[in-house]
């Protein structure tokens, strides 16, 4: 298993920016995620990215707002979060698929599809 370590949560008001990072141990992911587990809520996908297809993801509520990327030489990887509302309050965690069977969650922003790594999750609080 890939060790994930995320930072970046914390609390802002509406129309904030915060951006989460999600460092890894090891090189060879093929896909990585974020998602987020609001309470009382399923645990759903935010953002998605296989670099080696040059593709990404994104769920429809988070669209325009927030942006996912890779930094190869840091083997980190973020997401750039603007513009942010109160219903984006939740738990961020961080996932990586280590096999192909990952690619499909590009679309699907499902956190079943081949994620076999989780990070310990940050949490972002959103105030109105």
């Known amino acids: 298993q890939v060790q994930l370590v995320e930072s970046g949560g914390g609390s802002v008001q509406t129309g904030g920016s915060l951006r989460l990072s999600c460092g890894t141990s090891?090189?060879?992911?093929?896909?990585m995620g974020w998602f987020r587990q609001a309470i009382g809520k399923e645990l759903e996908g935010v953002a998605t990215?296989?670099?080696?297809?040059?593709?990404?993801g994104y769920a429809n509520s988070v669209k325009g707002r927030f942006t996912i990327s890779r930094d190869n030489a840091k083997n980190t990887v973020y997401l750039q979060m603007n513009s942010l509302k109160p219903e984006d309050t939740a738990m961020y965690y961080c996932?990586?698929?280590?096999?192909?069977?990952?690619?499909?969650?590009?679309?699907?922003?499902?956190?079943?599809?081949?994620?076999?790594?989780w990070g310990q999750g940050t949490q972002v609080t959103v105030s109105s």
């Open positions: 996932a990586a698929g280590t096999s192909t069977r990952c690619i499909p969650s590009i679309a699907s922003m499902r956190p079943s599809d081949g994620y076999d790594s």
């Open positions: 990215i296989y670099p080696g297809g040059g593709l990404t």
């Open positions: 090891t090189y060879s992911t093929v896909c």
